[in-house]
């Protein structure tokens, strides 16, 4: 059995203290039973966190500097078949040895389930 997937994302703001990112739902990304999976999901706040820990300089493949994910921990309330994520990074902690960013992602259906991340983070040399 094969399978062939792909993940898809945009960056739809970046500051200093923030960063929104958008991901489109698409087969890419479903597990078996028609849902995102929820390492898609996991994947996504990771990339909205180091792109944060980054800053507002351009991120490209090989900078050197990367910062190091020390723990990433998630709670998943629902998932969705079709429509988009997106996803707010804000700090908790800024600091020299170590940066804490929290990621939520509200459901883009009407109720009040949300997906929220923390990633721990050691700042790039």
Known sequence: MEFDASIRFSILE?????????????????NPYGVVHVGAILWFADICATILAFGTGHTTKGRRGFPLAINLNGNFAGN???????????FVKRGKTIIIVRYTNRLQKQHPWKHEANTW?????
């Open 14 to 30: 970046q500051t200093k203290d923030k960063v929104i990112g958008e991901m489109p739902i698409h087969q890419g990304i479903k």
């Open 80 to 90: 969705q078949s079709e429509g988009k994520f997106k996803a707010i990074s804000t």
């Open 121 to 125: 983070i050691i700042p790039g040399g």
